[in-house]
């Protein structure tokens, strides 16, 4: 599912010609060629995929490691003099969203803005001549604070890979921060910063935004995105437009599918995990993704805000997301390879060594037709029993194996990584668009 790419170093995913990118910062580094990337491939039809279930966000991303590509970093300078306050325990503003009546975007961005910031992936590249810097950029949500640190929502590929992070505030003030935790399949990660590194004045100036309820929203309803696009120079950044579509879904990794808002605004490379405001001045949605192709103008995307909250609690408490796995890569079987004799279920193109398909004696081309008493049809079947599972969870499956049914009793694994997603031939040829790559912007 991940390809390289040497100029733009941007993630895209073909869909019909159309090309789907993760929003993180490409401008700077052109001038590196033949940055290493993995390849996702997007198959239309029968895909096999990895089942692993218990996925917060009703979807997931995978992404591999990426290589950085080279910029320089200039440091911006303090606008004006900050004048001392003294303020023994320094405390961030909560935004107070106007729930009555629609905001303008003026008050909005006003009130949001410091609320966003610009995030500086460091890592250290090596190729086959050289290793030298190399940094990404993206954007990020101030969400909590306590006695000792102020928390940000970001994107897990704005900030995974990560050697060092510098954050950006409002005004230009850059502080180290470090990962509390991130979720790769579902795009999410949030980082922290040491609230005695932030200067006290600093602190009077930024706030925590509002979070929605991205339940709420509707189609036409006002959206805007502030973030960072292309470079730091273009901090807080605001675009407006409208919601164009929501519970949007997306084959964005083996695991799942992912659900967004689908969004008009302007989300340029930068924007990512920055926020998706709606019209009551609350976020909505973490911008994460952008549909971009010469025949294509204002397809953005983010993820819905509701679907954020579930992940980052557990990302500031565990630092990971525990889901259960079965530990197979699979497919539907359709009717169409049905009626060769095969019977309807999820096929079991890998066994993951170790997991507990593994364990409970699960192999290779196995059909599973049951799974804890519930008979299934197509792996996305499958997917939802899994959410509403738990490590450690004894679950019966049924399987055909050789013409022959038998019962496996399996005790549910933690998802340890994404499996990689492999490829099933179709019953017949058919003209089918493939393949399609995934760049990442800034790195």
Known sequence: MINNDDSNNQHNLNNNDDNIFLDDNDTNN????????????????MVVVSIVG??????????LNDYLTQQSLVDAKIAGPIKTVDIIEPK?????????APNTITQIAENVGPSIVSIINNQSVTNWIM?????????????KEDDEKIYIITNAHVVEGAETLTVT???????????????????????????????????????????????????????IAIGTPLDEAYNNTVTA??????????????????????????????????????????????????LVDDKVEGMGFAIPINDVKIIVDELVEHGRIIRPSLGITGATMTQ????????????????????????????????????????????????????????GDQVVVRLSRSGESMD????????????????????????????????????
Not at 54 to 63: P, T
Not at 92 to 100: D, E, G, Q
Not at 184 to 211: C, F, G, M, Q, W
Not at 356 to 378: C, N, R
């Open 408 to 443: 496996l009793n399996l005790t549910l694994t933690e998802v340890e990584q994404p499996a990689i997603t492999e490829e099933m031939p179709q019953p017949e040829k058919k003209e089918i668009p493939v393949p399609n790559q995934i760049f990442p912007f800034g790195w």
């Open 131 to 143: 290793e030298y810097q190399a940094s990404g950029l993206g954007s990020g949500v101030i969400f």
């Open 92 to 100: 961030l503003t909560p935004v107070v969203a106007a729930m009555t």
């Open 54 to 63: 218990g996925g917060v966000a009703g979807g997931s991303y995978a992404f």
């Open 169 to 223: 505030f409002i005004g230009n003030e850059k502080v180290s921060a470090e990962v509390v935790g991130m979720d790769s399949l579902t795009d999410v990660a949030v980082i922290s910063v040491d609230k005695k590194e932030v200067p006290v004045e600093l602190i009077n100036k930024i706030s925590i935004a509002p979070l929605g309820d991205s339940d709420q929203i509707r189609v036409g309803d006002l959206a």
């Open 336 to 391: 169409d390879i049905a009626q060769f004799e095969i019977p309807v279920g999820v096929y079991v193109a890998s066994v993951v060594p170790g997991s507990a398909a593994d364990i409970g004696g699960m192999k290779q081309h196995d059909i599973i037709l049951e799974f804890d008493g519930v008979k299934i049809t197509s792996i996305e079947e499958l997917r939802e029993l899994l959410k509403g599972k738990e490590v």
């Open 241 to 290: 437009g409208i919601i164009s579509a929501i519970n949007r879904t997306i084959d964005v990794s083996a695991e799942s599918e992912m659900r967004l808002i689908q969004t008009d605004a302007a989300i340029n490379p930068g924007n990512s995990g920055g926020a998706l405001i709606g019209p009551s001045g609350e976020v909505i949605g973490i911008n994460t993704i952008k």
């Open 30 to 45: 052109k001038s590196n060629n033949n940055n290493g990337m993995g390849f996702l491939k997007f198959v239309a039809g």
